[in-house]
C-alpha cells in the first residue's frame, strides 16, 4: 500500500534523535502495518535471525533460518548484528519485546504516551507504542532520556505535569529501595499465571538462573497472581483489529498510497471500484484478515459480544497491575500504594526461542505449529494493554543455542526502575557468561 510513499516529514522521535547528533543509517523490515509476530507478512519478506549458535560451522546459505521475530524484527537483528546502535520500533502488543527475546538484545516498551507518536504510522492508537532496541541497557535507556518529551502534537501524549509527577515518584521509590546497594529493598513478583501450557521447558532453565542471581544479590522474589492474564490475548486481538479497521480506512486511494483504478462495473460505482480493488491489491493477507476481523467486531450485531466485552476484560487486566505494585498508578485517581505489593514484575518474554523460518522461497502459511504466531504473544500483551512499561533483557541462551529474554515489567511511568533492574540482570548475566 505504502510502497511508493514518501513521508514529507520526520516523526518526532527521529528528529529528536538527528537534533541529539544521531546518524540515521536506513529503515528496518517489518511485518506489514506491524501486524505480526514473526516477520513472515513483510512485502519484503521475513528478516533472518542473525544469532549464530555456538555450534554453526554452515555457511550462511546453509545455516539454519530463525524468524528475528515480529513485528519490528529488521530494528533487532539491525542491532544484534551491529549494523546499528539503537534502532527504534513500534509495540502495540510485543512487537520491540518479542524481537529482542529471540535475537538476544533489549528491547523497552516504554510506558503508553511517553514517546511521541508523531510520524507514526498508526495500527491501534489505544495501544501504540514507540520503543526502543539496543545492543545494551545503557544504549536504550540514554535513548529513553532523549525521546520522553512532550510533544503537543500527538493527542495521546500525557502531559508534562503528570510526567513530573511520575518521575519525581519513580525516583522516590527508587531511592528507598536502593538499587545500587543491596537489594533486600526490593520485591519482585512472578506472576503464576505467565507460565502456560505453550511455554517451552526450554525457556525455563535461564529464567531460573536470572531469579537465583537476583535472589543471591539480596532481593525478595514471591509468586503473584494476575487471575485475567488468560483472557488477555483474545481481548487484545479483538481491540487491536478494531482499531486497525478503523485507522487503515485511510487507504483508499485517494488520501495516501497506493492506487487501482478498475474499470466502471455496472453494479458498483467507480468511487467504490477504486476503494476495493486498491485494498485488495495493497493489503497483504494478514492485514485484511485483522480488518476483516476488527470491522465484523465493530458491526452493531457483534458489538457487545466482542468489543465491548475485550474492554472489559482490559480493565480487569489493568486492575490486576495496580493490585499487584507496591506503588499506585499515577495516572489513577482510584489506584492507591499497596505496603504488600511487589516493585517488579519478572517472567518470561516468550514461550519459545526463536521459531524456524519457511524455506526460502516457500510462501509462509502463518498457521503451521511453528509459525502459529498469534500464541507468540501471550505474555507480552498484558502490559500493553495495562500500558505499563516492560522491557526483555537477554538471559543466556537456551538449550538449544538460543537466546531466551525475561521481561520486567512495572507501574506507569516507572520506566527508569524497569531500566535499573535490567540493567542489574543484564551485569550478573554477563558474569556468569
Ligand atoms: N503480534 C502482535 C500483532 O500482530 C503485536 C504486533 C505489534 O506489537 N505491532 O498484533
Not at 495501544?127 to 545494551?136: M, R
Not at 513478583?189 to 535461564?206: A, M, N, R
Not at 486481538?237 to 462495473?265: F, K
Request: contains cysteine.
Amino acid at each position: 500500500m505504502l510502497e511508493q510513499f514518501q513521508s514529507p516529514f520526520d516523526a518526532t522521535v527521529v528528529q529528536l534523535l538527528r537534533n541529539a547528533g544521531a546518524r540515521i543509517v536506513g529503515k528496518a523490515n517489518c511485518d506489514e502495518f506491524g501486524m505480526g509476530s514473526l516477520n513472515v507478512h513483510s512485502a519484503h519478506g521475513p528478516v533472518v535471525n542473525p544469532h549464530q549458535t555456538a555450534s554453526s560451522s554452515a555457511s550462511w546459505e546453509e545455516r539454519e533460518r530463525r524468524s528475528a521475530g515480529g513485528s519490528s524484527g529488521g530494528s533487532a537483528a539491525a542491532v544484534a548484528s551491529s549494523l546499528a546502535h539503537v534502532a527504534l520500533g513500534t509495540d502495540t502488543g510485543g512487537s520491540v519485546r518479542l524481537p529482542a527475546s529471540y535475537c538476544g538484545v533489549v528491547g523497552l516498551k516504554p510506558s503508553y504516551g511517553l514517546l511521541s507518536r508523531w510520524g507514526l504510522v498508526s495500527y491501534a492508537d489505544s495501544l501504540d507504542c514507540v520503543g526502543i532496541l539496543g545492543q545494551n541497557v545503557q544504549h536504550v535507556a540514554q535513548t529513553l532520556d532523549l525521546l520522553s518529551h512532550y510533544d503537543p502534537k500527538d493527542p495521546s501524549a500525557v502531559t508534562p505535569e503528570t510526567r513530573k509527577r511520575a518521575s519525581e515518584a519513580c525516583l522516590a521509590h527508587a531511592n528507598k529501595i536502593d538499587l545500587a546497594g543491596k537489594l533486600d529493598g526490593l520485591k519482585i513478583g512472578i506472576p503464576q499465571e505467565y507460565f502456560p501450557s505453550e511455554l517451552d521447558s526450554k525457556i525455563l532453565g535461564p529464567f531460573r538462573r536470572v531469579v537465583d542471581a537476583l535472589k543471591t544479590l539480596g532481593a525478595s522474589v514471591v509468586p503473584v497472581n494476575m487471575p485475567s492474564t488468560p483472557y488477555a490475548l483474545s481481548a487484545y486481538y479483538v481491540i487491536a483489529s478494531a482499531e486497525a479497521s478503523s485507522n487503515l480506512a485511510r487507504y483508499d486511494g485517494i488520501q495516501y498510497g497506493l492506487r487501482v483504478d478498475a474499470p466502471l462495473d455496472a453494479d458498483l460505482t467507480k468511487t467504490v471500484n477504486v476503494y476495493a480493488h486498491t485494498r485488495s491489491r495493497g493489503f497483504g493477507s494478514e492485514v485484511q484478515k485483522r480488518i476483516l476481523l476488527g470491522t465484523y467486531a465493530l458491526t452493531a450485531g457483534a458489538f457487545d459480544n466482542y468489543f465491548l466485552q475485550a474492554q472489559r476484560v482490559r480493565k480487569l487486566v489493568r486492575e490486576d497491575f495496580d493490585n499487584v505494585f507496591r506503588v499506585a498508578n499515577p495516572l489513577s485517581t482510584s489506584s492507591s500504594a499497596s505496603p504488600s505489593g511487589v516493585d517488579v514484575l519478572l517472567h518470561p518474554s516468550a514461550i519459545r526461542t526463536a521459531p524456524l523460518l519457511p524455506p526460502s522461497g516457500c510462501e509462509p502459511e502463518g498457521d503451521s505449529e511453528d509459525l502459529s504466531s498469534y500464541v507468540q504473544d501471550v505474555l507480552t500483551v498484558p502490559a500493553s494493554l495495562a500500558g505499563v512499561p516492560a522491557v526483555s533483557v537477554p538471559a543466556g541462551l537456551a538449550d538449544d543455542g538460543w537466546p531466551v529474554g525475561v521481561s520486567v515489567v512495572s507501574q506507569w511511568g516507572y520506566d527508569n526502575m524497569v531500566l535499573d533492574v535490567a540493567r542489574i540482570i543484564e551485569r550478573t548475566m554477563s558474569r556468569q557468561r
